[in-house]
């Protein structure tokens, strides 16, 4: 059974710095790999989607890195603002098609 | 706007009284999915359905009913809701089974 685990659990960093967020997950055979951010009280909101057959995707401050061999990707996020403050959560799609398994996600805290 | 819709946003309801829980999207997707999502457990799959009248079974499917009669809809049905299905339920549509998923902005349930 694919198990997905994130860590830091929680990290607080002050404006200006840049990050890292990483995910492992135990079965490298899989398909896609996503990663998301929710905010208090709302939905989740798709930040990049890595196929299996890439190794890493940029939007804006964002990178996404995937080691399919290794079971990881990280998440690389620049110039923190505190606009950033969310939670972030990795998610595999595997073998088993329309499965699609979490990690409990990291807390994010810019501050000023 | 391409989005995934869920009503009611809150519930409170009392201990089996039958309840359902709507979803709707406007993108034309082939795949929708129910997720619930506890402190401490994360996100969690329900069900899943892959085309009309293809529905399979998530992780937690127990207490749960889904039924996908039209594309554009997928509600999740509660015969006889119980305390321990207090939650945060979240429901996505793609493309397909293994392609970026899109999440609704999420339904509160509380059973007493």
């Known amino acids: 059974k694919q198990e997905v685990t994130q860590i830091p659990a929680a990290l607080s960093v002050p404006e200006g710095e840049n990050l890292v967020l990483n995910c492992s997950f135990t079965d490298s055979a899989i398909y896609n790999l996503q990663w998301f951010r929710q905010d208090p009280g709302k939905g989740l909101t798709s930040l990049l989607l890595i196929q299996s057959s890439q190794r890493e995707q940029t939007s804006g401050r964002l990178n996404a890195s995937l080691d399919k061999s290794s079971g990881r990707s990280t998440l690389y996020i620049a110039a923190s603002q505190p606009g950033d403050s969310a939670t972030y959560l990795c998610?595999?799609?595997?073998?088993?098609?329309?499965?699609?398994?979490f990690g409990q996600g990291t807390i994010l805290t810019v501050h000023p | 706007e391409a989005q995934v819709t869920q009503n009611p946003r809150y519930l409170i309801t009392v201990t089996g009284k039958k309840l359902t829980v709507t979803c709707s999207q406007n993108?034309?997707?082939?795949?929708m999915s129910w997720y619930r999502q506890d402190p401490g457990l994360g996100l969690r799959q329900i069900y899943y359905?892959?085309?009309?009248?293809?529905?399979d079974k998530g992780d937690v499917p127990e207490g749960y009913k889904v039924s996908r009669k039209e594309k554009r809809n997928f509600p999740l049905i509660l015969e006889s809701p119980s305390p321990n299905q207090t939650s945060l339920y979240f429901c996505?549509?793609?493309?397909?089974?293994?392609?970026?998923?899109?999440f609704g902005q999420g339904t509160r349930l509380t059973v007493v």
């Open positions: 993108m034309n997707h082939e795949y």
């Open positions: 359905s892959m085309n009309v009248e293809v529905t």
């Open positions: 998610a595999v799609w595997g073998t088993s098609y329309g499965k699609l398994t």
């Open positions: 996505a549509s793609g493309t397909g089974g293994r392609t970026e998923a899109f």
